[in-house]
């Protein structure tokens, strides 16, 4: 009986120490090609509810994020919003700044943010409360400001403003090099979308990437570069703004109309797809990079309109900011009903895949080569 009772305890304690393998090691995560961010990661998986249960802590011990996976590889460090290939969050996930205040709550189903979602600035204000269903805001949305002032509040419905705003928003402009002489001359217009770094007011915020920072740096172009700014928060498609925009734009330079090209990398990428297929008839030609399309079904119910639209699209494969499979996708639906498609899916580069562009010539020739 005793013998018996002794099997029965080991196999026991074997089955739980199965259940509750814990791995802990420390994640050397690339941020960028000149910066590491070292973690203490715990994983434990669960064999009761089948979930890998991962803790992320800072170099001074402070818990930086905790959540739920169903699926994982404990060598992917991906961003909160990134249902990324192989980590599929599945449930409850938090996430703190290294002073130790609460930065993100959030709950996932299928790798996608579902239900209330919280964060908060370094200081502890309450910064935003939005409620998404299948990774697109759905219901009610409010953000505030780090004074503590409600900046935007309203209902979205599968990613859309069911309430959007006439808005006007600010810009930076580049005029080449002999536009001032000759007045009668038409310009082509580059329209430049930033990414989310980019939201707020200062307008010098533009200048640290993309097509901005090529301009901060001195170099030249045969094109009027105009770069309007998001507010924080939002997004370019939240508020009704492109039109009145365009309008001054076409007023106010020299613009050729049938020469108007949209790019943006990120929050820019997912804005370039979005006006491009809300208002086709302005554009020659555009270049999304590494956007999502996902996050409303605007863009993809209106992929007709993008059939006849040269579209030079880029994202790399290892993105752990904005999935792969968000360019991926629609790329595959547009194949074979657009004969001027490009993809360039740069299998080893993730998020920056911008820095690979903008800084070269390849696109802005590609660009000149196509007149609406």
């Known amino acids: 009986m005793r013998f018996s009772f002794t099997i029965l305890f080991i196999l026991a304690s074997l089955a739980m120490a199965k259940a509750q393998a814990i791995d802990t090691f420390i994640l050397h995560n690339v941020v960028s090609k000149y910066d590491t961010i070292d973690y203490k990661r715990v994983v434990r998986f669960d064999d009761h509810d089948q979930l890998y249960h991962v803790r992320d802590y800072f170099k001074?011990?402070?818990?930086?994020?905790?959540?739920?996976?169903?699926?994982?590889?404990?060598?992917?460090?991906?961003?909160?919003?990134?249902?990324?290939?192989?980590?599929?969050?599945?449930?409850?996930?938090?996430?703190w700044y290294p002073n130790g205040q609460i930065e993100f709550t959030g709950f996932y189903r299928n790798g996608l943010r579902n239900g209330l979602c919280t964060s908060w600035y370094p200081g502890g204000q309450l910064e935003a409360r939005e409620h998404w269903l299948n990774g697109q805001l759905h219901g009610r949305v409010k953000y505030w400001t780090a004074q503590w002032d409600l900046q935007f509040e309203s209902i979205f419905r599968h990613g859309n403003n069911r309430n959007p705003r006439d808005v006007t928003y600010h810009y930076l402009?580049?005029?080449?090099?002999?536009?001032?002489?000759?007045?009668?001359?038409?310009?082509?217009?580059?329209?430049?979308?930033?990414?989310?770094?980019g939201r707020g007011t200062d307008l010098n915020k533009l200048y640290a990437s993309g097509i901005?920072?090529?301009?901060?740096?001195?170099?030249?172009?045969?094109?009027?570069?105009?770069?309007?700014?998001?507010?924080?928060?939002?997004?370019?498609?939240?508020?009704?703004?492109?039109?009145?925009?365009?309008?001054?734009?076409?007023?106010?330079?020299?613009?050729?109309?049938?020469?108007?090209?949209?790019?943006?990398?990120?929050?820019?990428?997912?804005?370039?797809?979005?006006?491009?297929?809300?208002?086709?008839?302005?554009?020659?030609?555009?270049?999304?990079?590494?956007?999502?399309t996902s996050d409303n079904d605007f863009t993809e119910t209106h992929l007709d309109r993008l059939t006849r639209m040269p579209v030079w699209a880029f994202h790399g494969r290892t993105d752990t900011t904005v999935p792969f499979e968000e360019t991926e996708r629609i790329v595959q639906k547009l194949e074979g009903k657009n004969k001027e498609l490009r993809f360039t899916a740069d299998p080893s580069v993730g998020h920056s895949i911008q820095w690979l562009v903008y800084p070269n010539t390849e696109l802005y020739d590609w660009f000149l080569e196509y007149h609406r």
């Not at 402070?62 to 060598?75: G, L, N, V």
């Not at 402009?173 to 007045?183: E, F, V």
């Open 60 to 95: 001074n011990g402070q818990i930086q994020m905790e959540a739920t996976y169903r699926s994982f590889d404990k060598h992917v460090k991906e961003e909160y919003q990134c249902n990324y290939r192989t980590n599929t969050k599945e449930g409850p996930y938090k996430q």
């Open 173 to 197: 402009t580049y005029l080449p090099d002999g536009y001032a002489t000759d007045t009668l001359r038409k310009w082509p217009l580059i329209i430049y979308l930033h990414g989310g770094s």
């Open 212 to 292: 901005p920072d090529q301009v901060y740096r001195g170099r030249s172009f045969p094109f009027i570069i105009i770069s309007p700014q998001c507010p924080d928060h939002l997004r370019w498609s939240t508020d009704n703004w492109f039109e009145s925009f365009y309008k001054e734009m076409t007023s106010k330079y020299n613009i050729d109309i049938h020469r108007v090209y949209l790019t943006g990398a990120s929050l820019g990428g997912s804005g370039t797809w979005y006006l491009a297929a809300k208002y086709p008839e302005k554009f020659a030609a555009i270049a999304p990079m590494c956007g999502f």
